[in-house]
């Protein structure tokens, strides 16, 4: 039986979704030649070990801490189809064609999940919802016409409406439908399960220190030994080393609070 361990997000904070993390690390032939190493146990490293491994390949993952430990155990799971940059952002920097890729990547992003959720049948909360972006000041109505402006020139599906679910108020709002919201560790935890039980390595508490690039294949020097593959991926946050992107990252955190809400009202909306 899988023991149920404790993780405590930067070694105080605990996330609301940590009571569903389990370990899933196995014994490993460390001498065999993984096909794929793939560095990194959150969403993006596990999705990707489990495209490989379904395509043939032998793959390994290698996570640090826990799977989930890091940006996926702490996220507020929303899955929304718009970004931080926005769309006339995208625009102005990369032309019209690519914003609207940029636009058509998070739909994708979405039904994948989907997809993945009814093709091994887990359990983690999906649901549909619409979401609202709201105004509380002319400065941030100002931000939001741009938003709005910039999801009207790639086709995506932004309109305004007088009330919200919420009861916060504000200048101006506007609704986007077809998003959704999940439990991420669910999701990932039941990925992990089809990613073994179709021949995936897992090994948590493994922080890959080092790699050496030989001539067929990948050194990669980890705390639980030398490990060998003929290709890497690094599905970290920002892969290690010193590099150009190092310069272009800045060191910040953000925080999401939860509430039980007393008359257990909760809006059914994303917010």
Same mark, same amino acid.
């Given at each position: 039986?899988?023991?149920?361990?404790?993780?405590?997000?930067?070694?105080?904070?605990?996330?609301?979704?940590?009571?569903?993390?389990?370990?899933?690390?196995?014994?490993?032939?460390?001498?065999? $030649?993984?096909?794929?190493?793939?560095?990194?146990?959150?969403?993006?490293?596990?999705?990707?070990?489990? /495209?490989?491994?379904?395509?043939? /390949?032998?793959?390994?993952? $290698?996570?640090?801490?826990?799977? @989930?430990?890091?940006?996926?155990?702490?996220?507020?799971?929303?899955?929304? !189809?718009?970004?931080?940059?926005?769309?006339?952002? %995208?625009?102005?920097?990369? @032309? +019209?064609?690519?914003? *609207?890729? &940029?636009?058509?990547?998070?739909?994708?992003?979405?039904?994948?999940?989907?997809?993945?959720?009814?093709?091994?049948?887990?359990?983690?909360?999906? %649901?549909? /919802?619409? %979401?609202? $972006?709201?105004? +509380? !000041?002319?400065?941030?109505?100002?931000? +939001?016409?741009?938003?709005?402006?910039?999801? !009207?020139?790639?086709?995506?599906?932004?309109?305004?409406?007088?009330?919200?679910?919420?009861?916060?108020?504000?200048?101006?709002?506007?609704?986007?439908?077809?998003? @959704?919201?999940?439990?991420?560790?669910?999701?990932?935890?039941?990925?992990?399960?089809?990613?073994? /039980? +179709?021949?995936?390595?897992?090994?948590?508490?493994?922080?890959?220190?080092?790699?050496?690039?030989?001539?067929? &294949?990948?050194?990669?020097?980890?705390?639980?030994?030398?490990?060998? %593959?003929?290709?890497?991926?690094?599905?970290?946050?920002?892969?290690?080393?010193?590099?150009?992107?190092?310069?272009?990252?800045?060191? &910040? *955190?953000?925080?999401?609070?939860?509430?039980?809400?007393?008359?257990?009202?909760?809006?059914?909306?994303?917010?």
């Amino acid at each position: 039986m899988s023991k149920r361990i404790i993780m405590y997000r930067d070694g105080a904070r605990k996330s609301i979704w940590q009571e569903e993390i389990r370990k899933f690390s196995a014994e490993t032939d460390f001498s065999q $030649l993984f096909d794929v190493a793939i560095v990194g146990g959150g969403i993006t490293g596990v999705s990707t070990a489990m /495209k490989l491994q379904e395509s043939g /390949k032998k793959c390994i993952i $290698l996570e640090a801490a826990n799977i @989930g430990f890091g940006t996926t155990g702490g996220t507020t799971a929303h899955l929304n !189809d718009f970004f931080d940059t926005t769309f006339n952002e %995208a625009i102005r920097d990369f @032309g +019209l064609e690519k914003a *609207r890729l &940029y636009a058509e990547s998070g739909g994708d992003a979405i039904e994948i999940i989907e997809d993945r959720i009814r093709q091994y049948n887990i359990s983690c909360d999906f %649901a549909r /919802k619409s %979401a609202y $972006l709201f105004a +509380l !000041d002319e400065k941030q109505q100002e931000q +939001l016409k741009n938003i709005v402006e910039g999801a !009207d020139k790639v086709g995506h599906e932004m309109s305004y409406v007088n009330e919200t679910p919420f009861p916060i108020p504000f200048k101006e709002a506007v609704v986007i439908p077809g998003q @959704g919201h999940f439990h991420p560790i669910k999701y990932i935890k039941g990925l992990c399960e089809a990613f073994t /039980k +179709l021949g995936g390595s897992i090994q948590e508490n493994c922080l890959c220190e080092d790699h050496e690039e030989k001539e067929e &294949y990948v050194t990669l020097k980890t705390s639980k030994g030398e490990i060998k %593959a003929a290709n890497v991926v690094y599905a970290t946050h920002i892969p290690p080393g010193v590099n150009v992107l190092h310069f272009t990252n800045a060191p &910040y *955190r953000s925080y999401a609070m939860a509430f039980t809400l007393k008359n257990d009202r909760y809006p059914l909306a994303l917010g």
